[in-house]
């Protein structure tokens, strides 16, 4: 049997129920040799080990942090250089923030939430009119860049064609692991880009409308929230559909 991955976002997805997540790292440990598993998160890397400690998540093989800005390999916590070099190439984090400096509503995230990579604002309840006028700004001053808006809330200013999908298949592709084997798992915007792959996916009963009104076939919509949707939907995608 081929391995498969297993891509999961963390907060609101693996964490939010404590009993959920602790099922979860009984449900991996039994599947464990069949699979590789990758954290994938807005955060980085030093706050999401910190979240495996506190929390006994399973030890993942590798993490995607901020929102794709970055691969790292667990528990070495050795950089990805090949992705780095592609994320770095198209982008400059200073760039963006001369550019979107006299935009209205934006508020800088805290410094741990910034990286070369990856340029982070508040912006609350931004409709579909105020997102477009943010990538217009951003075009016209030749910035190549991508938006992705989480909750309602979080606004990450990306390198073009960088997100927790591409980092995805960035590892899918390392390992030599086919797009039939690949489950993303997820709750929010940011998670999105993972799902438009249109490979095998579970969204979990708490998803933001952002994830949830996202349709296509193919996506496993849990009836629990959290960890215990992550489970509903691999025991469907791994242990019924693709086997
Ligand atoms: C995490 C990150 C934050 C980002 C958000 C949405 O909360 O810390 O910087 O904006 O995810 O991607
Ligand atoms: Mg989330």
Aim: hydrophobic share 40%.
């Amino acid at each position: 049997m081929e391995r498969s991955l297993v891509v999961s976002d963390v907060d609101g997805t693996l964490l939010g129920d404590e009993g959920g997540t602790r099922r979860f790292g009984e449900f991996i440990a039994l599947h464990r040799a069949s699979l590789k598993l990758v954290y994938a998160s807005g955060r980085f890397f030093d706050s999401l080990i910190k979240s495996i400690h506190e929390h006994q998540l399973p030890a993942p093989d590798a993490m995607i942090c901020g929102v794709g800005s970055e691969i790292r390999d667990y528990p070495s916590g050795e950089i990805d250089g090949q992705w780095q070099q592609h994320v770095l190439q198209v982008f400059c984090a200073d760039d963006v923030r001369k550019a979107l400096r006299s935009f209205p509503g934006l508020v800088d995230q805290p410094q741990e939430c910034q990286s070369p990579g990856k340029v982070s604002y508040f912006l609350h309840n931004a409709g579909a009119t105020q997102l477009d006028a943010l990538r217009d700004t951003l075009k016209f001053k030749g910035i190549h860049s991508d938006i992705v808006y989480s909750s309602g809330r979080d606004l990450d200013v990306m390198p073009q064609g960088v997100n927790k999908g591409s980092a995805a298949i960035h590892l899918a592709k390392r390992w030599e692991i086919s797009h039939n084997n690949i489950v993303v798992c997820g709750d929010s915007g940011n998670d999105l880009p993972m799902f438009q792959l249109g490979v095998h996916g579970v969204i979990v009963a708490n998803a933001q409308a952002e994830l949830a009104d996202y349709h296509r076939p193919g996506l496993f919509r849990a009836t629990k929230p959290c960890a215990d949707g992550v489970l509903e939907g691999l025991n469907y995608w791994l242990t019924e559909a693709v086997n």
